[in-house]
């Protein structure tokens, strides 16, 4: 099957020990009718050789930014200019930084800096490794400056360990660059987003709010955005940088985000409530702060509008997707909510394991049945939902 015919890609690997899949991955890439031209580091070459991936890609493997073979002697700039893209795997901890500080310092990390076309890297380290703070700055930078981000996976590690940090596996990488370089499947299309909690004052400098970090819906904006959609984000308070591509709005309480999404709502052709809005809020919030010595407030609490089920109530509703967020009994709490919303998807996972994480599980619910997407970083569980968003609108 040639999901990848004419597509031309440069597979850059590091030296990881997951090296040895990049054998599976480049097969799997040409055999998808994919032109495929491997670089390699020297770090890279102690793990698999240059003359096993030049077998199966069927060209070169390039290992020396003064390789004289290249026009001009100037691998760096020559190897990537009639690439759709640039894919690392495994992409190590080192050379993420040098990718992320800007650093180039030998033939991969320099065309990665020389490049015109798209960038993906496929992360493997051990669980401590991804999971250091240094590393999700790194992270952070690359989505900020719009390097796709496949995997990691979680589970058993070369050290014996076992956690996130993993290659994700190579059929699974393919099916990835297929989304990435295939048609822009919602292209054309108008999606809305909410994200990240509501804050509902009590006072000054009190307020009611919730655990969302924002990272779900963040990821479902950016991964909306990556299959051609025109992206507006509806955000509640967080410090996440905007995912490239959308056009953000911040609000902060409940009654703020209604009105946002209000006024966005009846031009658009999908709206994703995935934002953890506050079910309540207060009567009568003070304009001053509330003082100890004056005793226990009493506190009279009044419903908030209901945001999903208004949009799903106007005349021509956009396509509505339902998040849910529950801590016991997911199946039948997320089963009952689709039905009373009335929503044609619904998204659920364990508030427990998703508030606040790098990484999710989640299941979807819809007139198919369900659809278990294990655990993920969340952009690739945004992608997943993308893509299935978009299969059921082609099917409409």
């Known amino acids: 099957m040639a999901d990848l015919a004419g597509k031309r890609i440069l597979l ?19 055999k998808a009718g994919a032109d495929v031209r491997v670089v390699m580091t020297a770090s890279a070459c102690r793990f698999i050789t240059p003359t096993t991936l030049q077998a199966l890609s069927g060209n070169p493997a390039y290992t020396d930014m003064w390789d004289p073979s290249v026009p001009n002697n100037m691998a760096h700039i020559e190897l990537s200019r009639d690439r759709d893209l640039v894919l690392v795997a495994p992409a190590t901890t080192d050379f993420l930084a040098k990718v992320a500080l800007g650093l180039g310092d030998d ?3 320099t065309l990665c800096l ?28 690359l989505r900020a400056d719009g390097v796709t981000i496949l995997g990691p996976d979680a589970g058993d590690q ?17 099916t990835e660059v297929v989304t990435l370089l295939g048609p822009r499947r919602l292209a054309g299309k108008r999606v809305l987003v909410t ?34 959609a025109t992206v507006t984000l509806i955000a509640g308070p967080t410090a996440l940088a905007t995912p490239p591509g959308a056009t953000r709005e911040n609000v902060t309480t409940a009654r703020e985000m209604h009105a946002a999404v ?11 409530a995935v934002a953890a809005v506050a079910d309540y809020r207060v ?28 949009v799903v109530g106007q005349p021509k509703p956009p396509f509505c997707v339902g998040f849910a967020a529950e801590t016991e009994n997911l199946r039948e709490h997320a089963q009952a909510k689709r039905k009373q919303r009335r929503v044609p998807l619904l998204a659920a996972n364990l508030a427990q394991h998703a ?40 099917k409409r």
């Open 12 to 30: 850059g690997i590091t030296g990881g020990i997951a090296a040895y899949k990049a054998a599976e991955l480049t097969r799997l890439l040409a």
């Open 107 to 109: 033939l991969l990390s």
């Open 195 to 228: 994200a990240g909690p509501t804050f509902e004052p009590i006072d000054t400098v009190r307020g009611i709010t919730n655990l969302s970090s924002g990272k779900m819906g963040f990821a479902v904006a950016q991964a909306a955005a990556e299959a051609g």
């Open 283 to 310: 009567a009568k919030a003070k304009d001053f702060k509330l003082k100890k010595s004056a005793g226990t407030p009493q506190l009279e609490l009044v419903e908030n509008p209901d945001i999903l089920g208004d």
């Open 158 to 174: 070369a050290c014996g360990e076992t956690g996130m940090g993993r290659m994700s596996e190579p059929a699974a990488l393919v």
């Open 114 to 141: 020389a490049r015109e076309c798209p960038l993906a890297v496929a992360p493997a380290m051990n669980r401590q490794m991804w999971e250091h703070a240094a590393t999700q700055r790194n992270f952070a930078t």
């Open 355 to 394: 508030f606040g994480a790098d990484d999710n599980a989640l299941t979807l619910f819809d007139d198919a049945g369900e659809h278990e997407l294990p655990r993920a970083p969340k952009i690739e569980l945004a992608r997943q939902l993308v893509a299935h968003i978009a299969r059921m609108l082609e």
């Open 262 to 272: 209000m006024a966005h709502a009846a031009k658009s052709d999908v709206f994703i």
